[in-house]
């Protein structure tokens, strides 16, 4: 199959018309968040691991960035830089042109584990970051039942999370995120501890909201299926030390679809990613395909599978 | 009886019936075992209650002595042609039979007469429960809100909590003299000495559990613009509290252990002294009264907190 595909496929970096079209214009606005020589080191005892290294790069407004790249290449840091949970050693963020200090409701953030509150119900959660923006108790009420109307949950505002499957506990997440009306939503393998299915679903769920609100999405996963599926454009950052080895852009038109990630476009795209990502050669590489295992045989030797 | 097999095994599984079987089973086997024990003569009872002095002159009614030397005087008094001293086989003075208990503990409510200095059991130990209350409302006002602010403020742990682990060392009845002396010999230092015994480490295990909250509950907040001290309340302390709740019950039952110490010193008082008064006395039922009183009135507590605290905390007992 990997032969059959190898000619067919298209360049990665041909952008079709309408999504040449899209990218102008996404790159006409302004820039909502910016990343100014960003680095990061690591200082323990005497080693020095330099995470990120004078990461440059702009997400613009309504733009649906991911990042990605092998383990270790410093995407969580970036992602923890950004939502201001950790301090870049130099370099600065900026928030529509301003450099922020800390954690800040204008940067909403979804994480990899489930953190809804477990002592409040689902409303409640939805609640929690409009009321921290000052809103009174029953306009926080209405709002967020609003956000759970829009998520499909409302009937589930007064369950508590561990009532919840995976799935519900990170849409309402997303959706206690959003209710606290960000400008940028931060994504660190938001969906990376759901089943197969469920992230798909989510996937889709994400882009739908996304198109509906005037949000901006920063994505950081290791799923490349993922990163190609839902980005605009695709950050790939290279380890040791991190710093930004490409920034693609890609070639599918919008609304995404299931069915195109089996185009040619995505097919190649794909290729190039993967063929980045295993040039960095680092020992816990993503795809371990290539990994041999040496096991003894340990059946019968009658006992033949295949 | 499967199930009971299983219920045996490392992290096997019990139904919920074979749990009450157990749970009653865990009271009755020692009560069994002490009931066969006082009652069943060939079991133990290493003394001898005389009955009948005989003509020996030492022996009275009413006197124990072992075995071996009863058996002495019986051989002397044949030999000498008197009558033999005539005995029940029966245990120490300081075994009293489960039924002598039970009498005592139904004298202690029902009799109004006095015992001793402290008037009867009850008296004595709602004096007790008096000092056990206030000491650990003190420590409690000052240690849980100080443990809290140790957990989540570095500066605060740096600053109190090596002051706190010295004082954690000193042993609480070592204050015993100087709460006499500064707070006189009523209530007030047994109080203090109760207080003691708990704060410091009340400090130190709520310090502990604040840092065990989840951080990423904290993370997420703080990205939806929580902090200072709506952070506190909204976040912190909500998702301590089960654990909190449940450190202070542990707590409780350590104020308990320093109630002895704080009943000595100054004027002796409450169920500690009870108890040593009849101890000295010889009135062994009477103590174990007390005992079971004290043992009672702890589970009792700890049970109906035990219920409330998983009434309260829903999502903590369902979350594991």
Redesign the interface.
Same mark, same amino acid.
């Given at each position: 199959m990997a032969d059959h595909v190898e000619h067919a496929l298209p360049d990665y970096r041909i952008l079709p018309p309408d999504v040449a079209a899209r990218m102008a214009q996404i790159k006409q606005r302004d820039y909502v968040l910016e990343i100014d020589r960003v680095t990061k080191v690591f200082t323990q005892k005497k080693n020095r691991t330099v995470a990120l290294d004078a990461i440059e790069f702009g997400v613009h407004r309504r733009e649906l960035v991911c990042v990605v790249g092998p383990s270790g290449c410093g995407k969580s840091t970036l992602v923890r830089i950004l939502a201001g949970l950790e301090d870049a050693t130099s370099g600065q963020i900026l928030m529509n042109g301003k450099p922020v200090r800390g954690p800040g409701s204008d940067r909403g953030m979804v994480f990899q584990k489930y953190t809804l509150f477990p002592w409040l119900d689902v409303c409640r959660n939805v609640m929690f970051g409009i009321e921290m923006g000052g809103v009174d108790r029953l306009e926080a009420q209405r709002q967020a039942m609003q956000w759970l109307q829009m998520i499909g949950l409302e009937q589930f505002a007064t369950a508590f999370p561990h009532q919840l499957s995976g799935g519900m506990q990170q849409r309402v997440a997303i959706a206690r995120a959003l209710a606290a009306s960000p400008r940028v939503l931060l994504m660190d393998e938001s969906f990376s501890a759901l089943d197969a299915q469920t992230r798909t679903k989510m996937q889709n769920y994400l882009m739908e909201i996304w198109r509906k609100i005037d949000i901006t999405i920063v994505f950081i996963t290791h799923d490349l299926d993922e990163a190609i599926y839902l980005a605009d454009r695709i950050l790939v950052l290279k380890p040791n030390p991190g710093r930004v080895e490409e920034v693609i852009e890609v070639p599918l038109s919008r609304p995404r679809r299931a069915e195109q990630m089996t185009s040619d476009e995505f097919l190649a795209t794909k290729a190039h990613l993967e063929g980045l990502i295993r040039s960095f050669g680092t020992s816990d590489d993503m795809d371990e395909e290539d990994v041999k295992i040496d096991l003894p045989l340990l059946t019968l030797v009658t006992d033949q599978v295949e | 009886m499967q199930g009971f097999l299983a219920s045996w095994r490392l992290y096997g599984r019990t139904d919920r019936m074979l749990r009450n079987v157990f749970g009653i089973l865990a009271v009755l086997l020692p009560l069994l075992l002490w009931s066969a024990v006082s009652y069943l003569p060939f079991v133990w009872h290493p003394q001898v209650l005389i009955t009948d002095p005989g003509g020996e002159e030492y022996l009275e009614t009413g006197m124990r002595m072992n075995r071996v030397d009863f058996l002495r005087a019986v051989k002397e008094m044949q030999d000498q042609h008197q009558p033999a001293p005539q005995g029940i086989p029966t245990n120490p003075v300081y075994l009293p039979s489960p039924g002598e208990v039970l009498s005592a503990f139904v004298h202690a409510f029902t009799s109004s007469a006095p015992v001793g200095a402290e008037h009867s059991i009850t008296q004595a130990f709602a004096h007790s429960i008096r000092i056990i209350f206030w000491g650990f409302v003190i420590s409690s006002v000052m240690g849980v809100p100080l443990g809290i602010m140790c957990g989540s403020i570095p500066a605060v742990a740096r600053l109190v909590e090596p002051s706190v682990d010295f004082f954690r060392y000193l042993p609480a009845p070592a204050f015993g003299a100087l709460a006499v002396a500064i707070l006189g010999i009523y209530d007030a230092p047994k109080i203090a000495i109760i207080v003691i015994g708990t704060l410091f480490q009340q400090i130190l295990v709520i310090a502990n559990t604040t840092r065990k909250l989840?951080f990423? =509950?904290v &993370? *997420?907040? +703080? @990205? =939806? $613009? *929580?902090k200072g001290l +709506?952070l506190l309340f +909204?976040?912190v302390i909500? $998702?301590i =509290?089960p654990d909190l709740y449940r450190d202070q019950r542990i707590l409780l039952g350590w104020a308990w252990t320093y109630l002895i110490v704080a009943e000595l010193i100054g004027t002796s008082s409450g169920i500690t002294w009870f108890i040593t008064q009849q101890a000295r006395y010889q009135h062994f039922d009477n103590v174990f009264a007390a005992m079971a009183l004290i043992g009672i009135v702890g589970l009792g507590t700890d049970m109906v907190l035990g219920v409330i605290g998983g009434k309260l905390? @829903?999502?903590?007992r &369902?979350?594991g």
């Open positions: - | 989840d990423a =509950l &993370e *997420a907040s +703080r @990205t =939806l $613009g *929580a +709506r +909204r976040v909500p $998702g =509290l905390f @829903t999502w903590k &369902e979350n």
